[in-house]
């Protein structure tokens, strides 16, 4: 044993370097463990296997980890920006969403499609982690008909099946999460390892605010979410053309009010409406649909 | 005799693949589309045995054959789901909901991260994932709207 232990001690030197140093450290203390009886080989085992998979980025979290990140975001997000306080309005943006989630590539997330709307004339929308879509009363004022806030929401359920706030998680803090759960099957799941946890969800959930939040996605993400929208709106049975309506009076309105939230975290809506104008070719213009309208304007009356 | 060694080899090779089911209640449907009908729910970490796929989905059985139908892809996965049944019972005795003890970032970790952060509310967001709507809300939705979807007739 100790010539493995030597062994390893002199492989994890040229390894000084990232990922790869980590690896090799934990080779070594793995195997410092088992010949001082505090593991067995099956233990250290699994957790050599455990940093073996560092490379692996954002696909390593689970759905249901994405769901408690998503929920932490939310909250986090939801701080920020108060909710609006009207049962009616959030009920009809739920059942909307969750009939546009429902073909989308992504059908049902761990816990489920929910969507909330924030109380605040900015223009702006997050799709965190797992399902949890918040939109604001300025971005449904953009929109004049149920298709349009389709388009809004079929956007927002793009990014989640992207999972595009998910890639804003440094692919460290992944290295990090998977070398506690390593070393958590060595033991019972103890204080020291939980705060550690603690502290890489915390970071991770600062990693996705800051994306988010403040610098947005890029453009590559943004026209992912809207190729998405077209197709998801096409399968549901509503009228694409509906998201390039709605940008233009996103683009109107961002101008009328100088605005910087969801104009400063998204590229512009006419770089959006040319990208998706090749999909939508073949879409005539909007259909006035009375049932559709009327429970559009019932629905949101105190916000539109 | 000769029938049971000549079938051996096919039943060996023809060995079932198994998927698990990665979200709380993953829909089981009649048809391979959107739109078919629902014949039931598998929980999370269900065992089922795939039988056929078409495009994005595919179709399963449960391990007792009581569920069989078309999920879609997307709700399974190879990766083994173990649930810790310990942590079950105190999640179901807290919070009524099934158990969902998962490693990694959980339960335990939201909690933790709930006692450092107190002014961080939950409130909304556990109002937000109280709002439940069913596959005959949505097809309700979409008939009243005129809205005709265009996949999985």
Known sequence: MKKIVTLFLITAIPLASGCKMLTGLTKVSTSIAVAAGALDPQHADSINK???????????????????????????????????????????????????????????????????????????????????ILVSRGLIKCCENEDE????????????????????????????????????????FGGEELAELTNIFESSLNDIIGTMVNSGYSRKFETQADKSAVTIMRRAGYNPSAL??????????????????????????????????????????????PDREKRYKKALAGIL | MSVFLLS?????????????????????????????????????????????????????????????????????????????????????????EMALATKGFNSDVEKAFKNKNPDVSFEWVDKMEAIKVTDKEIMKFLKEGDVKPKEGE
């Open chain 1, 244 to 289: 390039k309506t709605m940008l233009k009076l996103m683009e109107k309105n961002l101008e009328h009010t100088g605005q910087k939230g969801f104009g400063k975290t998204h590229p512009d809506p006419s770089v959006r409406i040319k990208d998706i104008d090749p999909l939508i070719r073949d879409c005539g213009p909007v259909a006035r649909v």
């Open chain 1, 50 to 132: 455990g940093t073996e998979a560092v490379t692996k980025t954002f696909e390593d979290i689970t759905p249901a980890q994405e769901y408690y990140i998503g929920r932490s975001v939310s909250a986090m997000v939801i701080k920020e920006y108060k909710p609006l306080n009207n049962p009616g309005a959030n009920e009809y943006l739920n059942v909307l969403g969750n009939a546009l989630a429902k073909f989308s590539d992504k059908p049902q997330t761990f816990g489920g499609y929910h969507f909330l709307i924030m109380d605040t004339d900015e223009i702006n929308a997050f799709a965190a982690p797992g399902g949890f």
């Open chain 2, 8 to 96: 051996l080899p096919t039943a060996i090779l023809a060995k079932p693949e198994n998927l698990y089911v990665q979200v709380k209640k993953g829909n089981v449907r009649s048809t391979p589309t959107y739109l078919g009908k629902l014949v039931g729910s598998a929980s999370y970490g269900t065992l089922m045995t795939i039988e056929d796929n078409k495009g994005a989905w595919i179709k399963v059985s449960s391990a007792d054959g009581k569920l069989q139908g078309w999920m879609h892809a997307s709700l399974l996965t190879k990766k083994k789901i173990k649930l810790d049944a310990s942590k079950n019972t105190e999640l179901a005795a807290s919070s009524g």
């Open chain 1, 149 to 188: 806030l389709a388009a809004v929401l079929a956007h927002e359920v793009g990014h989640i099946q992207h999972e595009h706030a998910l890639q804003a998680i440094h692919k460290g803090r992944v290295t990090g999460a998977l070398t506690v759960l390593a070393a958590e099957s060595a033991k019972s």
